[in-house]
């Protein structure tokens, strides 16, 4: 277990539809980054936020956006869905979000479904 | 930018088998290198991480070296058992940098 949550676990939604992905980053950690896993392309960055801020972008798509609250937590919100949004959607949280030899943790996911 | 380069596999094995996943990277500063697993329907976990040149990295039996002459970064294990089955991800974290930059990752698959 890495103290790292998410929810919910799995989500099945329809193509057009709004959902709202939650992350609870491990305690005492600053940074959460948000990942996306798909068959095609693999695991790729989408964004981080540090302490509330947003620290990097990484290949998000406009139709989704994050916020960090002020515990910590993180939503990632993603609209408009297509089929092609289906993925499973990692959090990850660190320390104090500095590249390089920190390490990152990881939530056990939640897998999206577009129908 | 920063990529890794990871044998896709899948690779199949037999138990007490000697496993190695081969990972290279590019990165335009001085980065960490990670190993994470992700076993059937879980998360990703960290495996073993190295941060400078010639660190060895191990854990529960794995190991990886860091090698900058090569841009290497081998996983090895020498005698895999079947709850080692997982899906293996090369990774790497630039200081300039702050995401993850993640291999293709090589599905293992150990039979009894």
């Known amino acids: 277990d890495s103290g790292v949550t998410q929810t919910p676990k799995h989500l099945i939604t329809a193509t057009g539809q709004r959902v709202t992905l939650r992350c609870s980053p491990r305690?005492?950690?600053?940074?959460v980054y948000w990942y996306q896993q798909s068959l095609d392309q693999g695991l790729q960055f989408l964004i981080q936020?540090?302490?509330?801020?947003?620290?990097a972008k990484g290949n998000i798509l406009e139709r989704f956006s994050a916020q960090q609250f002020p515990d910590l937590h993180s939503e990632l919100n993603l609209s408009s869905l297509e089929l092609g949004d289906s993925a499973l959607y990692f959090c990850?949280?660190?320390?104090?979000?500095?590249?390089?030899?920190?390490?990152?943790?990881f939530g056990p996911g939640t897998r999206l479904l577009v129908l | 930018g920063n990529s890794v380069t990871q044998m896709e596999g899948p690779v199949t094995l037999s138990e007490e088998a000697f496993l190695t996943i081969n990972c290279t990277y590019t990165?335009?500063?001085?980065?960490?290198l990670f190993w994470y697993v992700q076993y059937p329907g879980e998360g990703l976990q960290l495996l073993l991480k190295?941060?400078?040149?010639?660190d060895k990295g191990s854990n529960k039996g794995f190991e990886a070296t860091y090698r900058k002459e090569t841009t290497s970064f081998h996983l090895e294990k020498g005698s895999v058992q079947v709850s080692d089955s997982a899906v293996y991800f090369c990774?790497?974290?630039?200081?300039?940098?702050?995401?993850?930059?993640f291999g293709a990752g090589t599905t293992v698959t150990v039979r009894a």
């Open positions: 990850a949280s660190s320390v104090a979000g500095q590249g390089g030899v920190e390490t990152q943790y």
């Open positions: 305690s005492g950690d600053l940074s």
């Open positions: 936020y540090y302490n509330g801020e947003e620290r």
């Open positions: 990165a335009t500063g001085y980065p960490s």
């Open positions: 190295a941060t400078k040149a010639d």
């Open positions: 990774a790497l974290s630039d200081r300039s940098d702050y995401k993850l930059s």
